[in-house]
């Protein structure tokens, strides 16, 4: 599976951005897939997750209530809808996937993007 993450940039506080994960390859719908993201200096951390029919999601307390993650299988694609943006969700997003469960730990993805810059200016 390869993943190509997409859709970051340069938003003001308050602002929205949508990222994208398509992917190609084996069967992505049978995949969980999950957003992370590292700032500088910070280890990767967990942003959310959702299962192969987006029955089951997941997010971090610090994204709560502000993002939103869904697939469309069809499309071989997985999104991360990001509102009220603040300077500290500054990072490289990246989307991941695996074969079992939902999971908040990095290292239980197998398959990696390539990431994509989202920074929040104040």
């Known amino acids: 599976v390869q993943l190509q993450a997409s859709g970051g940039g340069l938003v003001q506080a308050g602002g929205s951005l949508r990222l994208a994960c398509v992917a190609s390859?084996?069967?992505?719908?049978?995949?969980?897939t999950g957003w992370f993201r590292q700032a500088p200096g910070k280890e990767r951390e967990f942003v959310a997750t959702i299962t192969w029919n987006g029955g089951i999601t997941d997010y971090a307390d610090s994204v709560k209530g502000r993002f939103t993650i869904s697939r469309d299988n069809a499309k071989n694609t997985v999104y991360l809808q990001m509102n009220s943006l603040k300077p500290e969700d500054t990072a490289v997003y990246y989307c991941?996937?695996?074969?079992?469960?939902?999971?908040?730990?990095?290292?239980?993805?197998?398959?990696w993007g390539q990431g994509t810059l989202v920074t929040v200016s104040s």
């Open positions: 390859g084996r069967a992505f719908s049978w995949y969980v």
């Open positions: 991941a996937g695996r074969r079992a469960g939902t999971s908040r730990s990095p290292s239980s993805y197998d398959y």
